[in-house]
């Protein structure tokens, strides 16, 4: 075994080489597989920043002040686990944050093609960061927030696919 490391010079060269990974999506809403990948991940890092990225020419069903509320709450037990908000490519704000890791959660072969395409394009722009891989487990896999959406626009009850921390006002699509 080897000494333990003490002294602040030590400590700023063991923060500066944690594993820091970040979660990106729209979180529109938070799903349970959204959580259950980021539960999955957390100890494979020192540092999990669940980042909803932020696209003007896209129509969100949920506000972004909504939204970071669910996954903060999802999530405020855990300390390794930080939720913030980009703009851009997400490769670019894997930079700004420090973070060499990216995750992303796959349901299907089609969730891998694309993946796959989008893990290559961004190695190409910035080598240092990976991207890892994490299937949805089995009973999760159909699970999305494009079909969450679908089912609340449609007036059912989805209590069943997100988080408890999700709590959709019962006139919200009338104030839509």
Same mark, same amino acid.
């Given at each position: 075994?080897?000494? /333990?490391?003490?002294?602040?010079?030590?400590?700023?060269? +063991?923060?500066?080489? =944690?594993?820091?990974?970040?979660? &990106?999506?729209?979180?529109? &809403?938070?799903?349970?597989?959204?959580?259950?990948?980021?539960?999955?991940?957390? /100890?494979?890092?020192?540092?999990?920043?669940?980042?909803?990225?932020?696209?003007?020419?896209?129509?969100?069903?949920? /506000?972004?002040?909504?939204? +970071?509320?669910?996954?903060?709450?999802?999530?405020?037990?855990?300390?390794?686990?930080?939720?913030?908000?980009?703009?851009?490519?997400?490769?670019?704000?894997?930079?700004?944050?420090?973070? =060499?890791?990216?995750?992303?959660?796959?349901?299907?072969?089609?969730?891998?093609?694309?993946?796959?395409?989008?893990?290559?394009?961004? =190695?190409?722009?910035?080598?240092?960061?990976?991207?890892?891989?994490?299937?949805?487990?089995?009973? +999760?896999?159909?699970?999305?927030?494009?079909?969450?959406?679908?089912?609340?626009?449609?007036?059912?009850?989805?209590?069943?696919?997100?988080?408890?921390?999700?709590?959709? /006002?019962?006139?919200?699509?009338? +104030?839509?």
């Amino acid at each position: 075994m080897g000494k /333990p490391i003490f002294g602040s010079s030590h400590m700023k060269y +063991l923060k500066m080489n =944690n594993k820091i990974a970040i979660f &990106p999506g729209s979180f529109d &809403p938070i799903t349970i597989g959204h959580c259950d990948i980021v539960k999955r991940a957390l /100890p494979l890092f020192d540092e999990i920043i669940i980042a909803i990225g932020v696209n003007n020419q896209k129509k969100y069903l949920f /506000p972004l002040e909504m939204r +970071l509320e669910w996954i903060k709450n999802a999530f405020n037990d855990e300390p390794k686990i930080r939720v913030e908000t980009y703009v851009g490519l997400t490769i670019n704000y894997c930079k700004s944050a420090g973070a =060499n890791y990216i995750i992303r959660g796959i349901r299907n072969s089609s969730d891998f093609e694309y993946e796959k395409t989008i893990a290559h394009l961004n =190695n190409a722009m910035m080598p240092g960061v990976e991207t890892i891989l994490m299937t949805a487990k089995p009973d +999760l896999s159909s699970i999305s927030s494009t079909i969450v959406r679908e089912i609340i626009l449609g007036k059912g009850d989805v209590t069943q696919f997100v988080p408890s921390s999700v709590k959709i /006002p019962s006139n919200f699509l009338e +104030l839509q």
